[in-house]
């Protein structure tokens, strides 16, 4: 394994590298504009951090909030403020930049699932809010789906009591209808592999009289799917905050229909009695999902992709030394629409698997994490990196990639 004294001489004699200090490489948000922390907390509980070439996943603890989003996260940790005020007016300000009739702040897409369902449930009747999930009678029961849009997160519906009704057609799809059907639920994400595209799903929703709800949590960027939506005619729609947008990890967004949102908030806090109980988003994350989404619609954002381009072509250039390696460089239409670079290689000449390479570039120093290990390679974005650090990736990669190839 590179030592960082040997990684830091390296980069230093590369002349990729230029005149940066490399040791910023490595110090994570600070090189993206964060306060210098006095204290760190990370190394204190014994924590190793890593460069994140694999993306928005949850478990990486999704993407780092920019120097702005801080600000406002500490600014509202110092001032008292009404929650439903605070609500009321954000949700005011981002249906404004969305153009939509209405938008709240919710605990990540996950919550906008489950406050979206309960919300066409119940509307904002007190007693059908506080029986959901266990009593639904007098509400409708059923939400129905396409087979390939059921992902693990459906869950966040189910919770509301409600049977998910799974279809394979259009034909299908409009055979289920019936006077129990509350909501028809489309995961954007998996557009490409359902038969009823968005529109036509939007269609027979608006035929038949019943809500639909697009779950869009990893679809941005692009920037234009934030009211493509909306604007096509969904009742619902959710993005994830933490992820492409670069909120607060548990914040996300729900926005379309004015009097649904009125009801997905009768769900939620601050009512105590309430399936979103559990769900509360507190001032500094509304303050700052606000301050991401407004920094999301205003930035570069063809600047923003050329760094991206950038950062996937210096690793692409550096790991093509490796012999029997295909490189591959793209950009992907779901579920993050930006620039990706495949590795693939014939495990006759290079007999580490995409999970070895994965758990030797993990252990390393710093540590390196990237996406999709599978049999024969993996890849690597750079949307979820600091600018530089392309650097250290591209080393490291191609370290692992000759020692496997022997
Ligand atoms: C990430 C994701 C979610 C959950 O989003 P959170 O903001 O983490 O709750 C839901 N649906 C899809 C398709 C996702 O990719």
Request: aromatic share 8%; glycine share 8%.
């Amino acid at each position: 394994m590179i030592s960082r004294r040997k990684l830091l001489k390296t980069l230093s004699s590369l002349p990729l590298v230029g005149g940066f200090a490399a040791g910023g490489l490595l110090s994570g948000n600070v090189a993206y504009g964060a306060l210098a922390p006095r204290r760190n907390y990370f190394k204190e509980l014994g924590l190793k951090t890593f460069i994140n070439a694999a993306g928005s996943y949850t478990t990486l603890t999704g993407c780092l909030m920019p120097r702005e989003v801080v600000e406002a996260y500490n600014y509202a940790s110092n001032e008292y403020v009404s929650l439903v005020e605070l609500q009321d007016a954000v949700g005011k300000k981002i249906a404004g930049m969305l153009g939509c009739e209405a938008a709240m702040v919710t605990a990540g897409a996950a919550s906008a699932m489950t406050l979206a369902t309960a919300a066409v449930l119940t509307g904002t009747d007190e007693d059908k809010a506080k029986r959901i999930p266990i009593d639904l009678s007098g509400m409708k029961n059923e939400v129905i789906v396409q087979k390939e849009h059921i992902v693990g997160y459906t869950h966040a519906i189910i919770n509301c009591g409600i049977k998910l009704v799974v279809v394979n057609s259009r034909k299908e799809l409009i055979k289920a209808i019936k006077k129990n059907t509350a909501m028809l639920y489309y995961t954007d994400t998996h557009t490409n592999d359902g038969s009823v595209k968005a529109r036509e799903f939007v269609q027979i929703g608006k035929k038949y009289g019943i809500p639909t709800f697009n779950d869009a949590a990893a679809s941005a960027p692009p920037r234009k799917r934030l009211s493509l939506y909306t604007d096509m005619g969904f009742d619902l729609v959710t993005f994830s905050g933490g992820k492409g947008i670069r909120g607060p990890q548990s914040a996300g967004l729900l926005f379309g229909r004015k009097d649904l949102i009125e009801a997905a908030r009768f769900n939620a806090p601050p009512h105590s009695d309430r399936i979103g109980r559990g769900m509360k988003v507190n001032k500094e994350e509304i303050i700052s999902m606000w301050i991401a989404l407004e920094r999301f619609l205003e930035m570069d954002m063809d600047k923003e992709y050329k760094r991206w381009q950038k950062q996937i072509e210096l690793i692409a250039k550096v790991v093509s030394s490796v012999d029997d390696l295909t490189v591959e460089n793209y950009i992907p239409e779901y579920p993050n629409n930006v620039p990706t670079l495949k590795l693939t290689w014939d495990r006759s000449k290079i007999p580490a698997s995409g999970l070895d390479i994965q758990d030797a570039l993990r252990s390393g120093s710093p540590s390196v994490e990237i996406a999709h290990p599978e049999e024969n390679g993996f890849n690597i974005t750079t949307f979820s990196m600091l600018p530089k650090q392309e650097h250290i990736v591209a080393i490291r990669v191609k370290e692992e990639l000759k020692k496997a190839h022997g």
